[in-house]
Each structure stands twice: as structure tokens, then as C-alpha cells.
């Protein structure tokens, strides 16, 4: 109906779909934060609706002399309504002070599948998360009961980073999830795990360390953690449960995003 912003946050396209629901693309022009920046940014879904949000390119957090960066993201999803929360990874660069917050509120009869992505250091350049400091927090709620609370404060160099209970030395990490009446989440579960179990016996899959598993916290929640060396297969591993879980959902989910193409 309408576009406007405030920032360098923006809605690049808004693409309605032939089934009803609409492909949003959220754009960050700069590409990353460096220290000082705060960037929030909050999405309603009204009743009803039915919304992929996806983003062009990494986030990227720069490395910060003495303040950090902060980045709060609210997802709000209506009664009846379902959202599909895709960015592509984040990037924490070495020496970055980031703290990264995602808090979804789930009415309900709302579902919604999600991911997020956390690569440390750029690989391919050699670099490692050496120095710095990670703050990240993931909360999920459906009529204001807590489903889910993951919070980890980590400095470079800290146990979480190379213990078997944390990131087990690998330099990515992966949470997928889903949200769903809990007969359509069973059916879920099982593919996931089947899926996985697949996956992780490939050649790819070992050359990457991929490491991986999926459980049902609760009733109504579904969730998958990978761990791996290489951020792009864990994305095409993420995006394997995304495609799995979707024909689970509300119907009339479409195509994945053009933009992913590109």
C-alpha cells in the first residue's frame, strides 16, 4: 500500500505472489554495523497474512576500536497469519563487538518457520574471530508463553567457542525453526531428522564437519542447530529444512524468492 523509511533500513520490493502472499525483500545499504551503530528493525504481520522476508546479502559487524554495535530485530506475527523469516548469514568480522537480538511474538493460530546464521571471521580470507566479544539472544513466544530462550555472551577465545556443548571449533552456526500446530510438527521432526541423518553422510558434509540435530522443545515449537566449517553448504542444508517444513504450514506458500537466484 505504501513504502517510506527512516535510515538506512529499507523494504527493497514488495512482490505479491500468485497464491496471495508477498515476498518482502529488507535491504541495509551500508552492509554492516561498525561500533556505535544501532540498527532496529520491527515487522508486523496482520491477521491472516502470509509473508517470506528475506534479505539480498550478508550483515555484516566490523570490527569496533571501543564501542559495539547493536542490532534488535521484533517480529510480530497475527492470529491466523504465517511468517517465513530468511536472512542470509551474518558475518562477524575479527575484533567485532557485536550484540545481536531476535525476539518473535507469536499469536495465536499464527506459525512460522525461521533461521538464523552466524558465521565467525572470513574463512576464505584466513581470518579467525580472534578478538572481540559475541552477545546474541533468540527468545520465541506464542500467546505470550516463552517457547523459546537461547542467550550466549562470548568473548573471542572463550571455551563456548571450541567445547562440544557450544560451537564444537566450528566457525558456523545455524538455528532453524518452526512454528505449528504440534500433528503438523511430528511429520516435521521425522523428516528433519531423516534428512539429516542423510546429509551429515555425505562428502560434503564431512569435508564442512558438519555437525547436526533437530528437537521438539515443546508442543508447538520445532528446532535444528548445525554446525560447520563452511557457511555457504550449511545454508543449502538450512534451506533443505526450510523446503521441508513449508508444505506443513498454511497453505498457499510459493516459490522460493526470486532474489536467491540472483
Excluded at 516463552?146 to 558456523?172: H, N, Y
Amino acid at each position: 500500500m505504501h513504502n517510506r523509511h527512516v535510515g538506512p533500513l529499507r523494504l527493497l520490493r514488495a512482490l505479491p505472489q500468485p497464491d496471495g502472499s508477498s515476498h518482502a525483500v529488507i535491504v541495509h545499504p551500508p552492509g554492516g554495523l561498525v561500533g556505535g551503530d544501532t540498527l532496529d528493525l520491527e515487522l508486523a504481520v496482520g491477521e491472516g497474512a502470509r509473508v517470506l522476508c528475506t534479505t539480498p546479502g550478508a550483515q555484516k559487524w566490523y570490527r569496533a576500536e571501543r564501542a559495539g554495535a547493536q542490532a534488535r530485530t521484533r517480529l510480530q506475527v497475527a492470529t491466523q497469519a504465517c511468517l517465513e523469516w530468511l536472512p542470509q548469514p551474518t558475518l562477524v568480522f575479527d575484533a567485532a563487538l557485536a550484540d545481536q537480538q531476535l525476539a518473535i511474538d507469536l499469536a495465536p493460530g499464527a506459525e512460522m518457520i525461521g533461521w538464523e546464521c552466524l558465521v565467525l571471521g572470513r574463512a576464505a580470507m584466513g581470518e579467525r574471530f580472534q578478538q572481540g566479544e559475541l552477545r546474541q539472544r533468540l527468545s520465541i513466544r506464542q500467546d505470550g508463553q516463552l517457547l523459546w530462550d537461547e542467550q550466549a555472551v562470548a568473548s573471542a577465545g572463550d571455551r563456548l567457542f571450541e567445547s562440544p556443548l557450544g560451537w564444537g571449533g566450528r566457525i558456523a552456526t545455524c538455528t532453524v525453526w518452526a512454528c505449528a500446530p504440534a500433528a503438523a510438527l511430528e511429520a516435521v521432526l521425522l523428516a528433519w531428522r531423516d534428512r539429516l541423518e542423510t546429509v551429515q553422510a555425505d562428502e560434503t558434509a564431512r569435508k564442512a564437519r558438519l555437525q547436526a540435530g533437530a528437537t521438539r522443545p515443546s508442543a508447538g515449537l520445532l528446532a535444528a542447530r548445525l554446525l560447520a566449517d563452511d557457511a555457504w553448504p550449511l545454508m543449502q542444508w538450512a534451506e533443505q529444512l526450510w523446503a521441508l517444513a513449508r508444505p506443513h504450514l498454511k497453505p498457499g506458500l510459493g516459490s522460493p524468492p526470486r532474489i536467491w537466484a540472483t
